[in-house]
Structures are given as structure tokens and as C-alpha cells.
């Protein structure tokens, strides 16, 4: 079946860095686009980023451009979020997301993993 499983979140001082990743497995991973989505405290989640399939294309939402980057290795199933200058607005659960058609399209979260950016 289908998993995604994030991983590398935690405790980080504002202006520091962390890279989280996400592994996915029971799909062909290099033929679908990914997504990474946030959700901080009562609010909605809300998409972070996206990158192709082949990953030669990538889309970052506003609040997070020129400090997050998306990048992906398809010979290890990874899909990655490096995020620098991290802010303490950065602070949610950040969840890995694949839209995939085994025998019909459905869509798949990960478990999220929790960042939290303070001092």
C-alpha cells in the first residue's frame, strides 16, 4: 500500500535550518509530482511546495520563497524540504502529499512531522 513517511522535524532557534524528508513507498515515485503542506496551530494546511515528477520544476508558495527549497531523489523514493532562515511563523506540521492512481486516484498524507522555530 501506499506510504509517506516524513521525517526531521524538530526544535530549531529562528534563522536556523532543518531539512525534512519524506520516503515513500508502494507506487512508482518518479512518476508522480509531490507536494509538502504545513499546518500550524488552528489554522488550515496549506501548500508549502511542489515539484514535477522528474523534478526539472518546482513551485514555492510566497511566504516561503527564498528560503525553502524542494528537491527530490527518485532512486531513493525521497522527496526533501530544506528549509533555511526559518521564522517562528514557520511553526506547523509539515505533511508530504502525493495525488496517485493505483486502481483509481486517490490522495495520500503522511504522518507529519512537527517543526517548531523559538528561541
Known amino acids: 500500500q501506499v506510504q509517506l513517511v516524513e521525517s526531521g522535524g524538530g526544535l530549531v532557534q529562528p534563522d536556523g535550518s532543518l531539512r525534512l524528508s519524506c520516503a515513500a513507498s508502494?507506487?512508482?515515485?518518479?512518476?508522480?509530482?509531490m507536494r509538502w503542506y504545513r499546518q500550524a496551530p488552528g489554522k488550515e494546511r496549506v501548500l508549502v511546495a511542489f515539484i514535477t515528477s522528474t523534478g526539472g520544476d518546482t513551485n514555492l508558495a510566497d511566504a516561503v520563497k527564498g528560503r525553502f527549497t524542494i528537491s527530490r531523489d527518485n532512486a531513493k523514493n525521497t522527496v526533501y524540504l530544506q528549509m533555511n532562515s526559518l521564522k517562528p511563523e514557520d511553526t506547523a506540521v509539515y505533511y508530504c502529499?502525493?495525488?496517485?492512481?493505483?486502481?483509481?486516484?486517490?490522495?495520500?498524507w503522511g504522518q507529519g512531522t512537527q517543526v517548531t522555530v523559538s528561541s
Open positions: 508502494g507506487f512508482t515515485f518518479s512518476s508522480y509530482p
Open positions: 502529499n502525493a495525488v496517485v492512481r493505483i486502481d483509481r486516484w486517490l490522495e495520500y
